[in-house]
Structures are given as structure tokens and as C-alpha cells.
């Protein structure tokens, strides 16, 4: 009941308390017990337009943000030197995407994290890689935010075909 499972993946329901707590504690250990430096949330977001059809789209919001807020408030009261990241596949040019209910400008607002990485699925030699990379820094700059690019090493020169990525040198 607290998971279910969207485009062949399985993921957590994040309307559920027994979701949010686990994931509201899993982080807060992290910051106790390890010495780390941060935590980066990924796919911190709804998969899919439909998942949840039962809660509101506002609602989606709303939890997420809230969730966000508690994990950063855990983390930070746990160890206030461990800064706290999301990752993004959210596009800010081109084409619309869907940014699974979340709202990253509360959120930085907010200062509900400390550091965004875009995954920009660009090729790194195009103009267009060049371009969002900058809106995202001036977003980070704008919040006073950190600012990472979160490229793997195999996509950046690798042309993008129906998100399918591959190494040529294979």
C-alpha cells in the first residue's frame, strides 16, 4: 500500500506518513551517523503526471514541500555542517517538462536545501547544453544556493535519442 509502481519502476507514495517518516529518518540517521559532507535527493518528485490520482495537484505540491522542509530541519538539527541537495531533470528552455509537483524557487526561497544539481540530458558541445546550464546557475546565484552540473562522464558527448544513452566507445 505505501508503494506502487510507475513506468516499470517502484516508488514510495509520498502522500503516506509511513513514507514521509521513513524517509524524514532515513536522511536524519545519515547525518548522525556518518560523516558526510551532504545528501542529495534524487527524484524527489511524482514520476508521472497520474501517480496519486487521488490527491490533488496542489495537494503533491504541498507535500513535497513539506517533506523537503522536515528533512532539511532533521538534517540540519542532526549535524548543522551536512548541507542538503535535490537533483533535477526539470528543464528550464526548450521543451515543457513536467516537474513532478515540485516547487524548487519555495524551496530555495525557503532555503529548504543548500545545493541543486541539474542532470541536463544535453549534448555538452551544443549550444543548448551552454544555455540551460546558464539559467540553472543563475537560478543558484539568485537563491544563493550551491551549483553542481550533474552530467555522467558517458552522456556528455553522446547524443540524445529518445533519453537512450550509450557509449559509443563500446
Do not use: H
Amino acid at each position: 500500500e505505501y508503494v506502487v509502481s510507475a513506468n516499470g519502476k517502484l516508488y514510495l507514495k509520498p502522500s503516506e506518513q509511513f513514507t514521509q517518516k521513513l524517509v524524514v529518518s532515513a536522511t536524519e540517521e545519515l547525518a548522525k551517523k556518518y560523516d558526510v559532507y551532504g545528501i542529495l535527493l534524487k527524484d524527489f518528485a511524482y514520476p508521472t503526471q497520474d501517480f496519486e490520482i487521488e490527491t490533488t495537484n496542489e495537494q503533491k505540491t504541498q507535500l513535497l514541500t513539506n517533506l523537503i522542509g522536515n528533512i532539511n530541519s532533521k538534517v540540519k538539527k542532526a549535524r548543522s555542517k551536512v548541507t542538503l541537495g535535490i537533483m533535477t531533470d526539470e528543464a528550464f528552455i526548450g521543451k515543457e517538462s513536467f516537474n513532478g509537483y515540485t516547487d524548487k524557487e519555495t524551496w530555495a526561497r525557503n532555503k529548504l536545501f543548500d545545493f541543486i544539481v541539474p542532470n541536463i540530458n544535453l549534448k555538452a558541445d551544443s549550444g543548448a547544453y551552454e544555455k540551460e546550464l546558464v539559467k540553472w546557475k543563475e537560478f543558484a546565484q539568485k537563491n544563493d544556493i550551491d551549483f553542481y552540473t550533474g552530467n555522467a562522464a558517458n552522456r556528455i558527448f553522446t547524443p540524445v535519442a529518445d533519453n537512450n544513452y550509450f557509449d559509443s566507445a563500446l
